[in-house]
C-alpha cells in the first residue's frame, strides 16, 4: 500500500504543477505553436519512458541505431537542444536564431535549420525578394520585442514569419522593379505592424483556442496593395484585373510536364516563388524538420492543381502554382500539425484541401475587383473553419493550442493522452472491485463489532454501573475512528497510479 | 408531513436530471431547434397539466373538440409523436423522415408533412431544381451522420435546410441549362461541406447562444458562384451586373394585381420560386405546422413589397419577389421563433422586416458588383442583429436555444416560465408570513420553557441534586430537536408543487 | 481592538458593495463610458482625499487658485455636477441635455457645453446639415428610451452620437440638394436604428471589455448610402468612383498655407465639415472639456495630413481633410481616453494615427468601388486592433471600461491605482517583518512557558496530585488563547486604512 502511495503522488504532483502552469501559458502564448515551456517537461517525461522501453543490454546494431536516432534529434523536428544552447549565446545569433525560425513558421516548420534552407531557395529566386524577406523577418522580430510580447513564442518564431511574407510578398506585387530601395520604408512599418496585429488577432482567436494563421500578413499585404494601388507615384502595384470574357482553354494542349511541375511550384508559391527548384529546395527543408508536414504539403499542391483542372482554371494559372500554395498550407495545418494525425485526421486534411482549392478560386476572383491578389485568405479561412468543426469521432482530436509542436511529436503526445486514458479505465475498474471487497471486509468488521458490544451487555447486565457504560461509549468513539482511518486508507489506496495526471491533463485539454 | 415530502422529492429530482442534462444539450446541439430531449420532458408536464385543468365529466361537444385537437396534433407543430413512431422504423425511412424536415426547416418549420408538401410545389415549379434541392437534402443529412453530429439535430432537420437551398439554388443560378447533369457533382460536394460549415459557425454562435440560420448555404452558394463565375466552361452562373443608371419608373404604369401577386411569390423566392402557385402551397405547409408562422410569412413579405416601393425599386423586382423573401425569414424568425410571441415582440419583428428590406437591397447592389445574388445574407444579419438586442424589456424574452420549438409551444413554454414566477413570488410572501407566525409562536413556547425552568431551579434549589438537572437537559435538548423537525418541515411544506422546478430551470435559462 | 475592528469593518462593506455591483454595470453599459455611478463613487473619495492633502491654513493666493479650479470644473471634464442638477430637472431639458453630450460624444466628450458649441459650429457650415445632425440626435436618444436602455448610458449621450453623424453624413452625401424634406423620413428611421445596432455591437464587443465606437454609423450609413446608390428616384447619393488613372502630383504646386490649414479641416471633417472656423470651433470646444483630447485631435491630424504626402495622395484630398479625421478620432481614443496617458502611450497613439492613415487610404479605395464614402471604418478597425493588443508593459494599462471617463479623470483613476499598489507593496513588507518579529516573541513566550512546566513538573513530582495538573492544562488554554487574539489583532491592525478597499478594487479591474 505504501508503494503505490509513492507512485500516486509523485505524478499527482506533476500534474498538478503542470496544471496550474498551462492556463497561463494558454492565455500568454495565443498565436500558433509554443514548444519552449511545455515541451521540455513533456520531453524529460517521454525520455523517461523511452528510456524504460530500451533493453538492458542493445546489441550493437541497435547501439548504432540510437545513435543515428539521437544525431538525426539534434536537426530534425523542432531541434529542442539547440534552442536551449543558444538561450546562453550573444543575443544578436540568438536574434538570428529567431529569424530562421520566423522564416520556417509560414510552414508550421519551427526549425532554423530548415529557416536557412528556405532563404537559400529564396536566394536562388530573387536576390531582392530574399533581401526584403529577411529585413520584414528581422523588424517584426525586433517590434515584437519592443513590444514586450512572449518571449517563448518570439524565440519560436511566431512574430516572425508574418514578417518575412509580408516583406516578400511587398517586393513580388511591387511594379516599381527590383532593387527600389524606398520599398523598405513600408516594409519595414508594415512588418513591424505585424505583432501589434498578430497579438489583436491572437486575442480575438484564443476565446476559441485557435491560432492566427497568416492572418497579420493577409491584411497587411492587403491594406498595403490598395493603400496604394497600381496608380500611385510612390509605391506602385502589379494591375490585377478580373477576368472578363472565357479563358481560352484547350485540353489538347495541356503539358503533362508542366502540369507535374505545378506540384514543387505551389509549393514554392507559398513564399510567393515560381521557380520550381526553389520549390524543390523548400521540399527538402519540410523533409528535414517532419517527415509528416513534408509529405502532405506534396500531397496538398497535388489536389490544388487536381482542383484547377476540375473548375476548368486557365491552364496558366495551374502550372505557375497558384491553384496550390493555399491547399499546401491548408493540407498541413489539418494533417497533422493542430489535429493528431489518424486516418480519419488524414482524410479531413485531403477534404479542407479540396475545400480550400474551391475558396481560393472564389476569394481570388473577388479580390481581383480591388487589384488585389488572393494572399493566404482562402488557407486561413478554410483551415479556421475546419480547426472550429465539432464532431462525435474521438479519434478526430485537435491539439490545445499550448501543445501543438510538430506532426511528429503531437502524434507522440496524442498516443501518450490514449494510453493514460486506457490505463485509467483499467484502474476505474480495479478500484470499483476493491471497493466490492473492502465492502465486505467492513460488513465483516461490524458485524464483530455487534457480537463484542452484545458481550458487553452482558457483562453489564450484570454489574449495573456508570463506568461500564462508559467504557462502551470509549469503545464506539475509537471504532468510529478506526473505520475512518480504513475508509481513509481505502479511498487513497485505490487511486494510485497514473490516473491523477491523466484527470487533470483531460480538465485542461477540454 | 412525509406526504408532502414525496410530492416535493419527486419534481426535484425530475429537475435535477433536467439541469445536469441541459447545459450538455446546448453546447452539443447549437444549431438551431432541437425539440427532441427537452420536448420530451415539457411535453409529458404539459400534457399532465392538460389533463388536470380539464373538467371531470366533459360534454359530448367537448370531447369531439378536444378528439380533433387530438388529431391536429398528430400533424401540425413538430409531429413529436410521428418522430417518436419513426424512431423504430427501417433507416431509410427515417432518412426520407429527416430529408423532409429538412426542406421545411428553411422556413423554421420541423414538419415531414410541410416538408412533403415545399417539394410538391418544389415539382410544380421545375422538375430539375427539384431534383437538385432533394440531392442537396440527401447529402448534406447524409455526410453529417458521417461526421457524427448530434443525432437530435439531424433528425430535426436542422443539417438539411442548408443542403436544400445549396442545392435549388445553385440549379437556379446555373447557366448551364436544366438536366446539366454535371452539376451534381459540385453540388454534391457543397452538400457535403455544409455539416462542416454548419458546426464550424456555430462553435462560433453558440457563444453568444445564436442560431447560425442559412449562413452555410450563402456562404457556400456565394463560394461555388464567386468560384466559377459567368466565363466558365465547366460551371458558368448568369449575369448578374450592377445597375449602372436611373431605373424606368414609370407611377402610373404601376401593376396592383402583380403587386398582391408578389406577397406569395416573395414567399416562394425564399426556395428561388418565382411562381405565385408554389408560393401558395408554400403558405398553406407554414399554416399545417404552425399559424402563427404562416402569419409572420404573410406579413413579411408585405412589408417587403412596401419597403420596395418606398425605395423606388423597379417593379420588375418587386413583382419577381424579390424585395419579400428575406424579410419573410426575418419576419418568423424575430416573430415568435427564437423570441415568444407578445405584442412588444410582434412590433419588432415588423421593423425587423423593414430593416431588412433596407439591408436586402443594399446588400443585393454590393453583391451584384461580384456577379452575385443577395441569397439570404440580409435575412442572416439582420436577425442576427436583433436577436442580440439587449433591453429593459421583461415582455421581449429571447428564448434559451435549446428550448427553441415552434411559435405556439414556445409562447406556452413562455407562459408555464411566467406563471412559475408568479407562482414562486406567492410562495415567497406566503412564506414570508408563515416565517413571522412561526416566530411568534417560537418565542411563545421558548416563554413556557422558560416558566418550566423557573419553576425546575426552584424545586431544585429544594432538592440539590444531580437527577434533576439532567432532565432539565434533556428536555431542552428533545425541544431543541423538536424545533428543528419542526422547522425543517416547515420549510419543506412551504416549498411543494412546482416551484423548486421553476427555481432550477431558472438557473438554466440564465 | 474593538475600535480597529470597526475602521476595517466600514471601508470593507463599502468596497463589497461597490465590488457586487459592478460587474453588473460592466454588463449592462457595453458602450463607451459610464461615469455615473462609479463616478459618484470614486469622485467622493478623490475629494477625500484633496482635502486630506489640502493644507490647514491656504494662503489667499492658493484660495483664489482653488476657487478658479473650482470654478473650472463646473463646465469642464464631464460636468458631473450639472448633469446631477439636471437629473432633478423637466424631462425636455434633461433630453436637450442627453442630445447635447450626445453630440459631443461623437469626439469621446461628455460634456453638453462643448456639444452646443459643435452645434454651432455645425450651423456655421450649414444649416440643413446641422437640422438633420439635430434631428438624428433627437431621434437616436429617443428611440434608447422606448427601447429601455441603459439611462446612464443614455444620459451620457452614448446613444446620440450615432444619430448626429447618421443624420449629418445622410445629408451630406444626399445628391438631392438642401432642404430635401423626405430626407428627415430615412434619417430618422435609421437613427432610430441606431441603439438597436449599438445594443447588438455592444454584446459581441462587451466580450473582449471593447466599445462599439462609430461603427453602428458606419453600418447604417453605408447601408444607406448602397441600399439607394447613385441612381435613385427617391434618395440618391453623390457619385464617388474608384481611381482609374495616375493622380496628377506636381510637388512644386503645394500650397503650405492649404496644407496647415487641412489640420483643422480634418478635425472639422470627422462631422463632416470642410469649413476651417468650424474646425477652429470644434478644437475649442475640445479643450474646454479636456485638453488632452484636444492635443490628440491636432496631432492626430497633423499625422494624417504627413501620411498622406507619404502615399502620395491627391493635393485636393490633403487640404479637404479627408487624410485627417480618423487619425484624429484614432490618436484621441488610444492617446489617453481607453488607455491611461503615458510616454508609451503616447507613442502608441501616434503609431495607431499612422495605421489609420493607411488603413484610412486602404479602405476608401474599397468603398469606392461600391460608390461608398470610407465613413470612420479606418479609425473603428485601428482602434479596435490596438484596444485588443496584450503587451508586457505595465505602463501600458487599458481601463476597465466601466471605468472610461475623460483623458484627465481616467489618468487619475490609474495613478491612484498605481499608488495603492505600491501602498499594498510596502504594507506587505510591513506585514512581514511584523510577523517575524512576532515569530521571535512567541518563541520567547513558549521558551518562557516551557521552562514554567518543567518547574511546576518538578514541584508536582513533590506533590502528586490532580489539582496542580488543572492548572497547568487552563493555563495553556488561556495562553493559546492569549495567543490566538493577539495574532488577529495584528491581522487587523495591519490592514487598515485604505488597502481592503484596494484589494476588491483590484479584483474588480482584472
Request: aromatic residues 12%; negative net charge; proline residues 5%.
Amino acid at each position: 500500500m505504501p508503494g503505490s502511495h509513492c507512485t500516486q503522488d509523485i505524478p499527482n504532483n506533476i500534474s498538478a504543477s503542470t496544471s496550474s502552469q498551462l492556463p497561463t501559458i494558454t492565455e500568454l502564448q495565443p498565436l500558433m505553436a509554443h514548444p519552449d515551456l511545455p515541451s521540455e517537461h513533456g520531453g524529460s517525461q517521454e525520455n523517461a519512458k523511452e528510456d524504460q522501453v530500451q533493453p538492458a543490454g542493445p546489441t550493437s546494431l541497435q547501439r548504432a541505431k540510437a545513435r543515428f536516432l539521437k544525431g538525426v534529434s539534434y536537426f530534425s523536428g523542432d531541434m529542442e537542444v539547440f534552442a536551449k544552447w543558444m538561450e546562453n549565446q550573444f543575443f544578436l545569433l540568438q536574434l538570428l536564431d529567431w529569424v530562421l525560425r520566423g522564416a520556417a513558421q509560414v510552414m508550421f516548420v519551427n526549425n532554423p535549420l530548415s529557416g536557412l534552407i528556405i532563404f537559400a531557395g529564396l536566394i536562388l529566386q530573387n536576390y531582392w525578394w530574399a533581401l526584403n524577406g529577411f529585413v520584414g523577418t528581422l523588424f517584426a522580430t525586433i517590434s515584437a520585442l519592443i513590444l514586450k510580447q512572449n518571449r517563448g513564442a518570439i524565440a519560436a518564431g511566431l512574430y516572425g514569419y508574418n514578417g518575412i511574407l509580408v516583406g516578400l510578398l511587398m517586393a513580388v506585387f511591387s511594379n516599381a522593379g527590383n532593387w527600389y530601395w524606398w520599398l523598405l520604408l513600408p516594409n519595414i512599418f508594415l512588418s513591424m505592424m505585424c505583432p501589434i496585429v498578430s497579438s489583436a488577432l491572437g486575442s480575438i482567436n484564443s476565446r476559441w483556442d485557435l491560432p492566427v494563421f497568416t492572418l497579420p500578413f493577409n491584411i497587411l499585404v492587403c491594406l498595403h496593395m490598395v493603400a496604394t494601388g497600381h496608380f500611385n507615384h510612390h509605391f506602385p502595384q502589379v494591375l490585377i484585373q478580373p477576368r472578363t470574357e472565357f479563358p481560352n482553354i484547350t485540353w489538347s494542349e495541356i503539358d503533362v510536364a508542366k502540369l507535374f511541375m505545378s506540384i514543387p511550384v505551389g509549393i514554392g508559391q507559398v513564399y510567393g516563388c515560381d521557380n520550381p527548384w526553389t520549390g524543390g529546395i523548400f521540399i527538402i527543408s519540410l523533409f528535414i524538420s517532419s517527415p509528416i508536414t513534408c509529405i502532405h504539403a506534396v500531397l496538398g499542391s497535388t489536389v490544388g492543381m487536381v482542383s484547377g483542372l476540375a473548375l476548368s482554371a486557365p491552364f496558366g494559372d495551374i502550372y505557375f502554382g497558384l491553384w496550390g500554395y493555399n491547399c499546401v498550407l491548408a493540407c498541413i495545418a489539418i494533417g497533422g500539425m493542430f489535429y493528431a494525425l489518424t486516418w480519419q485526421v488524414h482524410l479531413l486534411a485531403i477534404t479542407c484541401a479540396f475545400f480550400c482549392a474551391y475558396l481560393g478560386s472564389a476569394i481570388a476572383n473577388i479580390m481581383s475587383r480591388f487589384g488585389l491578389p488572393a494572399c493566404t485568405w482562402p488557407f486561413c479561412l478554410s483551415a479556421l473553419t475546419f480547426l472550429l468543426l465539432t464532431t462525435g469521432y474521438k479519434r478526430i482530436f485537435k491539439l490545445p493550442l499550448a501543445k501543438v509542436t510538430y506532426p511528429e511529436k503531437n502524434l507522440r503526445f496524442y498516443w501518450k493522452l490514449k494510453k493514460q486514458e486506457k490505463m485509467e479505465k483499467a484502474e476505474k475498474e480495479r478500484k470499483g472491485k476493491e471497493e466490492e471487497q473492502k465492502a465486505i471486509e467492513d460488513e465483516m468488521i461490524l458485524n464483530e463489532k455487534e457480537q463484542l458490544r452484545i458481550q458487553l451487555e452482558r457483562i453489564e447486565e450484570g454489574n449495573g454501573g456508570n463506568g461500564p457504560s462508559d467504557v462502551i461509549n470509549d469503545n464506539t468513539n475509537s471504532e468510529g475512528l478506526t473505520l475512518e482511518v480504513v475508509e481513509h486508507g481505502g479511498e487513497e489506496g485505490e487511486r494510485n497510479g497514473d490516473d491523477n495526471l491523466t484527470e487533470v491533463e483531460l480538465a485542461d485539454y477540454v
